[in-house]
């Protein structure tokens, strides 16, 4: 079946710094892909998406690309903030807006 | 906009008890919801997907009679673990998905803990 492995965490960064946080993928065919953040206390929100190869997905500062060839979708952003501190999850979906697979999760906390 | 609220938020129950978990889209009317577990640094794992006025779909190894799911109305889903053991001690998440879109809405979580 499909897969998502990211990441082991916690991530620590002071503010400023460059973020990257490893998401691959095993799955049939093309599937979607997508970046989950959940806040403290909150539910899980989309961060971005991308529906095929090569697509970048961004939002918030925070940017992704769909790779095939390395069946990756990296989450990267040039500068955190400690309002960036959250858990975020990837994950892929066969079809869009189809069932999700999700990877384990990576903490990510951000100092001042 | 785009809200999901889960009822509660957190309980605790004696072994062999039933404990049923609400899950609400507030602001929008849900034609499917889906029900996940996870477990303590792990991933969410889909246990069913719920349709209004249908039966839910299980996942492999998800047992049916254990996880009452009933969807009965385009705002509510439930939840209930029946006969709840130690095991069953996980985090409940739900999220919806509306007539109108496409992309799921997730609630915040119940934190089930059996004792």
């Known amino acids: 079946g499909d897969s998502v492995t990211q990441m082991e965490g916690p991530v620590t960064l002071s503010e400023e710094a460059f973020l990257t946080i490893n998401c691959t993928y095993t799955?049939?065919?093309?599937?979607?892909l997508f970046w989950y953040v959940q806040y403290p206390g909150e539910g899980l929100q989309l961060l971005l998406k991308?529906?095929?190869?090569?697509d970048k997905g961004s939002n918030k500062g925070f940017e992704a690309t769909y790779r095939k060839e390395t069946t990756s979708f990296h989450l990267e952003k040039g500068s955190v903030q400690v309002s960036d501190s959250a858990v975020y999850f990837c994950a892929t979906s066969r079809r869009s807006y189809g069932k999700l697979t999700f990877g384990q999760g990576t903490i990510l906390t951000v100092h001042p | 906009g785009a809200v999901v609220s889960q009822h509660p938020s957190w309980v605790i129950c004696k072994s062999g008890t039933s404990v049923k978990i609400e899950c609400r889209s507030l602001?929008?009317?849900?034609?499917?919801m889906f029900w996940y577990r996870q477990f303590p640094k792990q991933s969410l794992m889909l246990m069913a997907t719920s349709n209004e006025g249908s039966k839910a779909t299980y996942e492999q190894g998800v047992e049916k009679d254990k996880f009452l799911i009933n969807h009965a109305s385009l705002t509510l889903s439930t939840l209930t673990v029946t006969s709840a053991h130690p095991e069953d001690s996980s985090f409940y998440i739900c999220?919806?998905?509306?007539?109108?879109?496409?992309?799921?809405?997730f609630g915040p979580g119940t934190r089930l803990t059996v004792t």
């Open positions: 999220s919806a998905r509306p007539r109108e879109d496409y992309e799921q809405y």
């Open positions: 602001d929008f009317q849900a034609t499917t």
């Open positions: 799955a049939t065919g093309y599937p979607s």
């Open positions: 991308a529906t095929k190869a090569d």
